[in-house]
């Protein structure tokens, strides 16, 4: 879970800001390579850094189409190679359920007096726009804690 901090981070500068900053997601990515030697066989960082690459590629398209942002989109292949492909389903699943969960729970605390404890947040005053560091963040940090705790 060394990842925790990082995405943290990712979910308060989005909601803050409505930013995810460069340094988080390539903070993301380094930690992956940096520990992924010691805990899988090399040939299998190698497929999952390929995952990196995919995502990426993807995530540019979709950000040129107008359908995520710059930073979700680095964010996402950032995460990718801490993802095992045959859990995509799981991960979908797991990602609507917080994309639920994040975007009520944030509009519902726009309204509180949990609000005054961040008024500056720029995520609150958006009409349009939804914070997505925030159940990106929570999916990858809910899949890393269940992988650890059950096992892979």
């Known amino acids: 879970m060394l990842s925790l901090p990082i995405c943290v981070w990712v979910a308060w500068s989005d ?3 409505m930013r995810i900053p ?3 997601v390539a903070l993301l990515a380094l930690l992956f390579v940096l520990v992924a030697p010691f ?27 107008g359908l995520v942002g710059a ?6 292949a950032a995460a990718a190679p801490y993802i095992a492909f045959g859990d995509l389903r799981f991960l979908i699943a797991l990602f609507a359920a917080c994309l639920l969960a994040g975007y ?10 949990l609000r005054r404890m961040a008024p500056e947040w720029e995520s609150w005053t958006r009409k349009r726009d939804f914070p997505m560091g925030l159940p990106l963040a929570s999916t990858l940090s809910i899949y890393l804690l269940l992988g650890a705790l059950y096992g892979a």
Not at 39 to 65: C, D, K, R, S
Not at 104 to 113: D, V
């Open 15 to 17: 909601m803050r800001a």
């Open 22 to 24: 460069n340094m988080s």
């Open 39 to 65: 805990t899988m066989p090399l040939e299998t960082v190698g497929w999952q850094l390929l995952h990196l690459v995919v995502i990426l590629l993807l995530g540019i398209v979709m950000n040129a189409a």
């Open 71 to 76: 930073g979700d989109a680095k964010f996402a």
């Open 104 to 113: 009520a729970t944030h509009r519902i605390a726009k309204f509180t007096p």
